[in-house]
């Protein structure tokens, strides 16, 4: 009698499916006069950056955790507010809902090992 077959995942493979699939594994949004702000993508994030985000208790707390400070100093230096943040994170929780509405993510054919290889 046969062993039936078992599915194994590759979890490299499988994380660079998400990654593609939600845009790579940071977001990137445009702040106040038109300077350039980066955070991890919540799916790729440390548990250290998700804690500080989950345990922040306002605006300011959360915009401190997702930035870190250097990047927060930056921003609400060019006239952001802490509140605006939040909007960023939303967006980027939509859109990846949006995109993993179907599923798990498959890889796209033109990225896939057996492309590359010909």
């Given at each position: 009698?046969?062993?039936p077959n078992?599915?194994?995942?590759?979890?490299?493979?499988v994380?660079?499916?998400y990654?593609?699939a939600?845009?790579?594994?940071?977001?990137?949004?445009?702040?106040?006069?038109?300077?350039?702000?980066?955070?991890?993508?919540?799916?790729?994030?440390?548990?250290?950056?998700?804690?500080?985000?989950?345990?922040?208790?306002?605006?300011?707390?959360?915009?401190?955790?997702?930035?870190?400070?250097?990047?927060?100093?930056?921003?609400?230096?060019?006239?952001?507010?802490?509140?605006?943040?939040?909007?960023?994170?939303?967006?980027?929780?939509?859109?990846?809902?949006?995109?993993?509405?179907?599923?798990?993510?498959?890889?796209?054919?033109?990225?896939?090992?057996?492309?590359?290889?010909?």
């Open positions: 009698m046969s062993k078992k599915k194994r995942y590759v979890l490299e493979t994380k660079a499916q990654a593609e939600v845009g790579g594994e940071e977001i990137e949004f445009e702040g106040p006069g038109g300077e350039i702000f980066t955070m991890p993508h919540p799916l790729f994030a440390s548990s250290e950056w998700a804690k500080g985000v989950d345990d922040a208790e306002d605006d300011e707390e959360l915009a401190r955790a997702i930035l870190g400070e250097e990047q927060y100093t930056k921003f609400v230096d060019a006239g952001g507010r802490p509140g605006d943040v939040g909007f960023i994170r939303m967006a980027a929780q939509e859109d990846m809902r949006g995109e993993l509405k179907g599923g798990r993510p498959t890889q796209s054919s033109t990225s896939s090992a057996r492309t590359r290889k010909r």
